[in-house]
């Protein structure tokens, strides 16, 4: 996988926005890449260098 092909979009939401001034960013990302994969994607297409990676599985709302 490429890194284009592991993030998928931003999170923008009330929540993610206030977490960003503490330098904490939320992306969607591809359910296969691994937390090693995220790191060298957002490291790759931002150059910037990542401290920690967390990853939440969510399921999506019923409706």
């Known amino acids: ?3 284009r ?3 998928l979009r931003p999170v923008i939401t ?10 904490t960013y ?3 990302v591809d359910l296969r890449a691994t937390k090693t ?5 957002i490291e790759d297409i ?3 260098k990542v401290v920690r990676v967390n990853i939440m ?3 999506g709302k019923l409706k």
């Open 14 to 23: 009330e929540e993610t926005t206030s977490k960003m001034d503490d330098k």
């Open 5 to 7: 092909d592991i993030i």
């Open 57 to 59: 599985n969510v399921r």
């Open 1 to 3: 996988m490429e890194s």
């Open 46 to 48: 931002f150059d910037v």
């Open 37 to 41: 994969q995220v790191k060298k994607a």
């Open 26 to 28: 939320t992306f969607d």
